[in-house]
């Protein structure tokens, strides 16, 4: 439902109204005491918000930001260190060879 802008043409009181579209415009001011006619004005609206799946923001970019983040996805990127845990690490040598079963 839209909120549509009113103008008193007698007072100049101005309003908004939360109508449906369906609903007749208003033709009297609401203050107390006026009753003069009203004017509906032209508003600036809402902006336009997209709702659901398929709506994306990365849906309308640029080409030079495409081919950039191409690029980038492309380049070979830096193995991570992991960090070494116990049961990674290695015994440490001792220089002895382990006995031998004979």
């Known amino acids: 439902m839209p909120t549509y802008e009113y103008e008193c043409q007698k007072c100049g009181h101005t309003f908004e109204k939360f109508q449906l579209i369906s609903d007749k415009p208003l033709d009297r001011c609401p203050k107390p005491g006026c009753k003069g006619k009203v004017k509906r004005l ?15 923001t990365t849906d309308y970019r640029s080409h030079s930001y495409k081919e950039a983040a191409k690029k980038e996805s492309d380049s070979p990127k830096p193995a991570a260190s992991k960090p070494e845990t116990k049961a990674d690490a290695k015994p440490a040598a001792t220089g002895k060879k382990p006995a031998s079963k004979d």
């Open 42 to 56: 032209i508003g600036t609206g809402a902006g336009l918000i997209f709702k659901g799946s398929g709506f994306y």
